[in-house]
């Protein structure tokens, strides 16, 4: 992991000759970060105090990892030191948030957020919990940690604040490994490194830290029953935190007062939203509200009713799609958590359903009518069919229509692709989704990106990556047939490249042979097979992903541009889907498939132009 470290008795000197500049530089050169002037300001101001402390408390040595990103996120956190611990001689490490803050008050009585003076806008979370959250994430993911809970310890440092201004936030520090300290508890502050690390070199604990593994972010599915019907499994980080508190906080508020609001959650592909909804559906379930969790996708539901809801039928009750609350009692519900709500239709009904059955309303008006508190977990860019109309802006109008409040909250954690926010602006970037053209791959620490020869290259590696104990998928544009099972059972090979042939995953719900059914494909063995499409990976994640870029996905003229005759997507076929339409929709659904991997990517596309343009981005 690349990262910049320092002693605290170098970081000191350094500090005389413009730390942040030395720092700008790592970040952009390493990291590909570009940092803004009130992050080098930041930098500047309690960076200095931090290694100016430890030297005061005899602790030079310690070594300061500077911007520490987390495994497998975007988010990175201030200062995470490592040393010896001075009871055990074990490796000892605190995570530190660091505020320039002089003056904070708790949020409405919510210990768990805070409004800061002279910084107006929506509540921030407790920088206690920010620290604990990163403190918390690396016990889970950094496997040199394993079993070591002692090991890690978190600090939250206002350095520029005197604890009579801040005294509100300490009832939020709940725990022996979190600590609050202030300005005028510096004392303090020393006395607790002195009483945590040894005045040895910490150099070999911060090597072991940057050396070790990390397992891949933990699989939703996997823990999700356990997350539903025991306790918390994720580690809910800065942004996620801070959702998950908003709605808790807008559902204790309808319940006191009356008061009915949407909540609505935006981000990119694995930034967490799922974990989220699970989360929030297990906490609110234990706390004995009326809670249901709804998606549009039926691959989705299924997987959640399967893994999350296993041998319990009435868990299972609690999953259903965004349809089924067409005939709903207005706010009979405290809280529908709306999944995936980009996949939320025009209307629910089609032509085969009752009259007596449909409201005559938007789907959108349905589900913001059902709850008191209803929340929307999307990602514009994930909208894939035409009639879709998940946005924020439309619920927000929908919403304010009704004369109702609208949190937003924008997670910009990436979870999925290994955390790596380059490869997602890669991506929108090759895909014309953000402007300024396609970019040579440069490499990141987090996250593989490979272009493969041929389609029998991408199978064999991600059949080896399968082999080692990973999980890999294939996946595809829809621009080959999609056949039904053949009369003896088995799968027809419709996706042809040259002479590899390979069949779509089953279509319906039943398996076919070793192949899973369709909403299973992502998640069971057997599953790698086949090829999926867009609407089998849409809202899943795998550690390998491979995609075949299809003829309607082509490099021209130096860019990428679509063609949807080359489609055999039904979805694209009528008339009243305007061709512009049809090439918003076709990028989408490349964004979805470039994005379900966790730890890489492999690429092939079946143009040899498109080929050749790829392999000059792709080393």
Not at 272 to 288: Q, T, W, Y
Not at 396 to 424: I, M
Not at 595 to 602: D, E, I, K, P, S
Request: aromatic letters at 8%.
């Amino acid at each position: 992991m690349t990262v910049f470290r320092r002693t605290a008795e170098s970081l000191s000197s350094l500090a005389e000759q413009r730390l942040s500049e030395v720092l700008d530089e790592h970040m952009r050169m390493a990291a590909g970060v570009k940092v803004s002037a009130s992050e080098r300001r930041a930098w500047d101001r309690s960076l200095p105090i931090v290694a100016r402390d430890l030297i005061d408390a005899g602790l030079g040595g310690v070594e300061m990892l500077i911007e520490y990103q987390l495994p497998l996120t975007s988010k990175r956190a201030d200062v995470v030191l490592a040393g010896v611990d001075r009871r055990t001689g074990d490796d000892a490490y605190v995570v530190v948030e660091l505020k320039q803050w002089s003056h904070a008050d708790v949020w409405e009585d919510d210990p768990r957020k805070v409004l800061v003076q002279n910084m107006p806008g929506r509540p921030k979370l407790h920088p206690s919990l920010q620290a604990r959250g990163y403190s918390d994430y690396l016990l889970d993911f950094v496997r040199v940690l394993d079993g070591r809970a002692d090991s890690v310890h978190a600090v939250a440092y206002l350095h520029n604040a005197a604890r009579g201004d801040v005294s509100d936030l300490y009832d939020a520090v709940q725990d022996d490994r979190t600590r609050l300290f202030t300005q005028t508890t510096r004392g303090a502050f020393l006395d607790y490194l002195r009483d945590r690390f040894a005045p040895e070199s910490g150099a070999h604990a911060a090597d072991r830290l940057l050396g070790s593994g990390y397992r891949p972010s933990k699989q939703l599915l996997k823990v999700a029953a356990k997350e539903i019907r025991e306790r918390e499994q994720f580690t809910l980080l800065d942004d996620q935190r801070l959702a998950y508190e908003m709605v808790l906080h807008a559902v204790d508020r309808a319940r006191k007062e009356d008061f009915k609001s949407v909540v609505v959650i935006t981000g990119g592909p694995g930034s967490g939203k799922s974990v989220i909804a699970l989360s929030l559906l297990g906490e609110l379930s234990r706390k004995g509200y009326g809670v249901l969790h709804a998606t549009g996708s039926k691959s989705f539901t299924q997987t959640m009713r399967k893994y999350v809801a296993k041998g319990s039928p009435r868990t299972k009750e609690l999953f259903k799609y965004f349809n089924s609350f067409m005939t709903a009692t207005r706010n009979d519900l405290d809280v529908l958590i709306c999944d995936e709500a980009h996949r939320i239709r025009e209307f629910s009904h089609n032509r085969f359903t009752p009259a007596t059955k449909r409201s005559g309303l938007p789907q959108v008006d349905e589900l913001i009518d059902a709850a008191r508190v209803p929340v929307f977990l999307l990602d514009e860019h994930q909208v894939v069919r035409p009639g879709e109309m998940g946005t924020l802006e439309e619920i927000r109008w929908h919403a304010e229509a009704k004369n109702l409040t609208v949190h937003h909250v924008s997670l910009d954690e990436q979870f999925r692709s290994g955390g790596s926010r380059k490869y997602e602006q890669w991506v929108l970037r090759l895909l014309g989704l953000e402007d300024g053209g396609p970019l040579p791959w440069t490499g990141d620490d987090h996250f593989e990106v490979a272009q493969a020869d041929s389609p029998f290259d991408l199978e064999a590696a991600l059949r080896a990556k399968l082999d080692d104990g990973c999980s890999a998928r294939m996946t595809a544009g829809y621009c080959w047939r999609w056949s039904d099972p053949t009369p003896d059972h088995t799968l027809v090979a419709d996706v042809v490249i040259g002479e590899w042939a390979r069949p779509w995953n089953v279509k319906g719900d039943r398996s076919v042979g070793d192949a899973p059914p369709s909403e299973l494909w992502a998640t069971r063995e057997g599953g790698f097979g086949q090829v999926g499409c867009v609407y089998t990976a849409q809202g899943f994640e795998y550690d390998w992903n491979g995609v075949v870029l299809g003829p309607d996905l082509v490099y021209r003229d130096g860019r990428m541009v679509t063609d949807r005759s080359q489609s055999k997507d039904p979805a694209l076929r009528p008339r009243s889907v305007t061709d512009a339409r049809a090439d918003e929709l076709i990028r989408n659904t490349y964004k979805v498939l470039l994005t379900r991997g966790m730890v890489g990517t492999m690429i092939y596309s079946v143009d040899e132009e498109t080929q050749r343009f790829l392999r000059t981005l792709l080393p």
